[in-house]
Every structure is written in C-alpha cells, then in structure tokens.
C-alpha cells in the first residue's frame, strides 16, 4: 500500500524507464530535468547537483545514485520531492555502474518516509535488480513509496563495554549524503560497530543509506554509541564530522 505523503514527494510521472546516459554528468542533466519539470526546482538546482556530484560521489551501492544539490541552494528548491531514471545498461558511477538515480531536493524532513524505504530497497539485491530492469515506472514508484519505510536500521546495541555521546549536529549539510558518505570511510579504519540514533530512528554508522534515512539536519540531537577496540577514536571521527569540524566547500 502506498503512503499519501509518499506519493506526493515522488509522483508517478517523475519516474521514467528505459533511458541512457553516456556519463553520470548526462544522467544528472536528465533526473534534474525531470525535477524541473515537475516543478520542484529552478534550473540552478540542477547545477548544484552536478556541483555537489564534483565534491563527492553520491553513488549509495546496488545500482542506485542519489544526486542532490548543495545546502547553499535552497532557494532554488520550489518544492521537495524526487524524480528517477532508469538507466538498464547502466550508467558509470566511480566504480559503479548506476541503473536507477534518484534525484533529491528537500527543503523540508518531508522526503524523510522516502529515505528510509530506499534504505530498505538498497538492502535487497534482487529487487534492486528487478526495479533497474522494468519497463513498468509504476512498479519502481510503488517499490520506493510502499509503506514498510525501515525505523530501525539493525545498527549494534550499546552493550557491555560500549560508550556513547549525544551531540547536536552542527554541519551545515546535517546527515545527509555528503557528511554520511565521510562517516562511513572514516569508520573503515576503526575496529568498532557505531551506531547514531535520531528521536525513534536508528542507523548502523557503517551503512550511508540508513545514515542518510535518519533524516537529521543542522540542529537536531542525535546519539552516538560504540563498541569494540575502537571505540573512543571511532566516535570522536563521528563527532567531528557532526560538528562540522574541517568543513570545506
């Protein structure tokens, strides 16, 4: 069953199959226009996005890219909602190639429910699979906006000998894909399972799209608890990408 809110952040005509791309700066050009389109945002919205994708690649894993813009253009955001565009052959992302790319701009925590059933979608190979190769947009629009959208991330508990910290999030860019995507390369040199809690939200620090499902922005309260050898320094690489500490533009 699919969710009113859902459905309103990502309408059935911004999902289009069966499209190609020679780069990722072409398949930027072609979800930021279904964006544009959609009226969700001005022009300028989709030069962000690509100036965004040059600081850090927004590719999430299983075939899915999630490109948005910068936090310096929120007024070019008309409205929050999602476009996607299917590209079957593929699309190269870094490493990657990616089928399905996501565009994103939000001005408010609307796209939130959206987040966290993408995080859920990204977690199941074979649906990712099947949604890259359809020829039916509803089916990938009712993939993203079914309700079952993930609460909790299966992040590890604090057990015994874990510590923790509350921090409110001073990065600009909040929790959302760029400072997500620091969080997980830092904690791949620190022996330690981390896991970073927004209000009843829950994320395995190790995985960028319950991270960026958390949906916390500049402001907000968010716990971090850890365990394992690393623990201490884990979470001090945490805290200093919350804090927004050596931020550059």
């Known amino acids: 069953m699919n ?10 005509s911004a999902v289009v199959v069966g499209a190609t791309a020679a780069d990722k700066a072409e398949a930027i050009e072609r979800v930021g226009g279904l964006l ?3 009226g969700l945002v001005t022009d300028e919205y989709v030069r962000a996005m ?29 409205q929050t909602g999602l476009a996607v565009a299917q590209f079957p052959a593929g699309v190269p992302w870094g490493d990657e190639p990616a089928r399905l ?16 059933r993408l995080a859920s979608v990204l977690e199941d190979a074979e649906l990712c699979e099947r949604l890259a190769r359809t020829g039916d947009p509803l089916e990938i629009h009712g993939a993203l ?6 609460q909790s991330g299966g992040g ?41 809690v927004a209000g009843d939200r829950r994320a395995n620090a190790a995985s960028i799209t319950q991270l960026i499902a958390l949906g916390a922005s500049v402001g907000d309260e968010v716990g971090v608890s850890a365990s394992g050898d690393d623990s201490e ?12 500490e050596g931020e550059q533009r």
């Open 101 to 116: 790319v996501i565009g994103l701009a939000a001005k408010s925590e609307e796209h939130i429910p959206i987040l966290s």
């Open 156 to 196: 590890s508990e604090l057990g015994e000998g874990g510590i923790g910290r509350t921090v409110r999030i001073a990065n600009p860019s909040g929790l959302h894909a760029r400072p997500a995507a620091e969080i997980v390369e830092l904690l791949m040199d620190h022996d330690a399972d981390v896991t970073i």
């Open 145 to 150: 906006t079914a309700d079952g959208a993930v």
């Open 36 to 38: 544009v389109a959609e």
């Open 3 to 12: 969710t009113p809110l859902a459905t309103e952040i990502l309408r059935a």
């Open 50 to 78: 690509h100036e965004r994708e040059a600081i850090i690649s927004t590719y999430l894993g299983n075939g899915i890219a999630l490109p948005h813009g910068t936090g310096e253009n929120q007024e070019s955001i008309l």
């Open 233 to 244: 320094a884990a979470i001090e690489a945490v805290l200093r990408v919350l804090l927004g």
